[in-house]
C-alpha cells in the first residue's frame, strides 16, 4: 500500500466517522441543532484526547503489544495467535489476546472459553481466563450464540475495538496479542494507530495470492511506522509420516523470497497439523504440532523485543 493509499484510507475513515454522512437532513438544517451527533470541532478534539489517554492509562501495565496480522484471510493467523498466547503462558508470560476479528471472532474456540459472555466491574470490562491462563476479550463473548453474524458497518466494529482497548480490566500483562482481521482495511488501520504497537507479526502461507497481499501489509505498516518483528510461514510443509520427506504445499517457499526482498526477517515456519480439526480449544500439552512448532517462534519473539530494549 503506498503512502498515498494509507493517507486515502485515513480520511475514508474520517468519512466514516461522520454520522452526517448517513443523514437524510442536510448539513447544518435546523434539526442539527437537537441531534446528538452535533459537535463542535472542538469537542471533537477533546474526544479523541481523551480517548488517546484512556487508552494509554488502560496500556500503561502492559508491557508489549503485538499485532498479528496477515494479507489474505484462511492463512492460519488467529492459529498462530492462540498458539502464541498458549507459549508465551507455558513460558511464563502473562498474556492476554484482543479478538478485533470483528465479524470473524474465531479465538474463543482457540483459547476453550466458547461461550463465556463478558461482565463488567468498577475496573472496567472483565476479560475471560483460558483454563491455560491466558486472558481473552472477543465480539463473540457480547453475542446470543457463537453462530450469530456479527452485521455492524466498519465504524461499529471500529468502536468495539475502541471498547476492547480502553475498557478492559486486563490487570498487569507481559504480553497483549491482538488478533487483526485480514487485509488493509479500516480494523487493522485503526488499530496500528490507536496501539502503541511494538511490533506486528505478519502471517502468511506460501500460495501466490497470499504472497500478494503481504506486501500490502508490509507497506501499511512502514508508512505507519509500526516495526515488523517478522513473517511466519504457516502451513509450510507437511511432514510425511513414512520418511524425513517434507513436502511443500504451495510449491517453493514464496514467503522465504518475500523475506529477502522487503529485508523483514522469517522468523518461523509452522507444518500442516494432519490432527488439527481446527474447531476444538488447542491443546498446551504437546499434542499439538501447531502449539509446539510456535514455541520456537515465541522464543524468537522475546529475544527480538529483548535485543530492541
Ligand atoms: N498449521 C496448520 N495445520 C493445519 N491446519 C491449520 C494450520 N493453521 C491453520 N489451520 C486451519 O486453517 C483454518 C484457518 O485458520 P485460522 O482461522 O487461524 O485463519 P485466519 O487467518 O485467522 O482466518 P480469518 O482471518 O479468515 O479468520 C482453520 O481451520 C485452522 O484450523
Not at 77 to 94: C, D, E, H, P, Q
Not at 128 to 141: D, H, P, T
Not at 262 to 282: A, C, F, K, R
Amino acid at each position: 500500500m503506498s503512502s498515498a493509499n494509507v493517507e486515502d484510507k485515513k480520511s475514508d475513515l474520517k468519512e466514516q466517522e461522520d454520522p452526517c454522512k448517513s443523514c437524510s437532513e442536510k448539513k447544518g438544517s435546523s434539526k442539527c441543532d437537537n441531534c446528538p451527533s452535533a459537535q463542535s470541532s472542538a469537542d471533537k478534539a477533546a474526544k479523541k484526547a481523551e480517548r488517546d489517554e484512556r487508552i494509554m492509562k488502560r496500556l500503561e501495565s502492559i508491557k508489549y503489544k503485538i499485532a498479528i496480522v496477515s494479507g489474505k484471510g484462511g492463512v492460519g493467523k488467529s492459529t498462530i495467535t492462540a498458539s502464541l498466547a498458549l507459549n508465551f503462558s507455558m513460558m511464563g508470560y502473562r498474556v492476554g489476546v484482543l479478538d478485533a476479528d470483528v465479524s470473524g471472532p474465531n479465538i474463543p474456540h482457540l483459547l476453550g472459553v466458547e461461550g463465556h459472555k463478558l461482565t463488567g466491574s468498577e475496573l472496567g470490562i472483565e476479560p475471560a481466563m483460558s483454563r491455560n491462563g491466558v486472558k481473552a476479550v472477543s465480539s463473540e463473548m457480547v453475542l446470543s450464540t457463537s453462530d450469530t453474524p456479527m452485521l455492524w458497518r466498519g465504524p461499529m466494529r471500529t468502536t468495539m475495538v475502541y471498547q476492547f482497548i480502553a475498557d478492559v480490566n486486563w490487570g498487569s500483562l507481559d504480553f497483549l496479542l491482538v488478533d487483526l482481521p485480514p487485509g488493509t482495511g479500516d480494523e487493522p488501520l485503526s488499530v496500528m494507530q490507536m496501539i502503541p504497537l511494538d511490533g506486528i507479526v505478519i502471517v502468511s502461507t506460501s500460495s501466490n495470492l497470499s504472497v500478494l497481499d503481504v506486501s500490502k501489509i508490509i507497506n501499511m505498516a512502514r508508512n505507519l511506522e509500526v516495526p515488523i518483528l517478522g513473517l511466519v510461514e504457516n502451513m509450510s510443509y507437511l511432514q510425511c509420516p513414512d520418511c524425513d520427506k517434507q513436502i511443500r504445499l504451495f510449491g517453493e517457499n514464496k514467503v522465504g523470497q518475500l523475506s529477502k526482498h522487503y529485508g523483514v526477517d522469517l522468523i518461523g515456519q509452522v507444518p500442516v497439523d494432519p490432527q488439527n480439526s481446527g474447531v476444538d480449544e488447542l491443546p498446551a500439552d504437546g499434542r499439538s504440532l501447531i502449539v509446539t512448532s510456535v514455541r520456537a517462534i515465541a522464543e524468537k519473539i522475546v529475544s527480538i523485543l529483548k535485543e530492541k530494549a
